[in-house]
């Protein structure tokens, strides 16, 4: 199994930034894509911002050029920068890894518990 853990999260005002940390941990053999999603309460989850193993970025057309993600020199910790914060990017914050446990098994999808984001007016 593998487990990720969020931090980072909290109140701050529209224009502030945040960083998001995620840290993955368990029997991991490897992990290949790590994400950022986001969701608020009623809505769906939608994605944020997306970083391959070899380092490609993606990322929502809401938050192209405010928010960077960026992976650890362990590959499994994955970094969400957060700037010129605005209220509509108030959700919480998911993790999610593409990893594998086993050898002789395919990548599975984890996700973290989540870290709330608010961002005031």
């Known amino acids: 199994q593998v487990q990720l853990v969020e931090s980072g999260g909290g109140l701050v005002q529209a224009g502030g930034s945040l960083r998001l940390s995620c840290a993955a941990s368990g029997s991991i053999v490897s992990i290949s894509t790590m994400k950022w999603y986001r969701q608020v309460p009623g809505k769906q989850r939608d994605l944020v911002a997306t970083?391959?193993?070899?380092?490609?970025?993606t990322y929502a057309d809401s938050v192209q050029g405010r928010f960077t993600i960026s992976r650890g020199n362990a590959k499994n910790t994955v970094f969400l920068q957060m700037n010129n914060l605005k209220p509509e990017d108030t959700a919480v914050y998911y993790c999610?890894?593409?990893?594998?446990?086993?050898?002789?098994?395919?990548?599975?999808?984890?996700w973290g518990q989540g870290t709330q984001v608010t961002v005031s007016s």
């Open positions: 999610n890894a593409y990893a594998r446990t086993d050898y002789a098994l395919g990548n599975v999808y984890y």
């Open positions: 970083i391959t193993s070899g380092g490609s970025t």
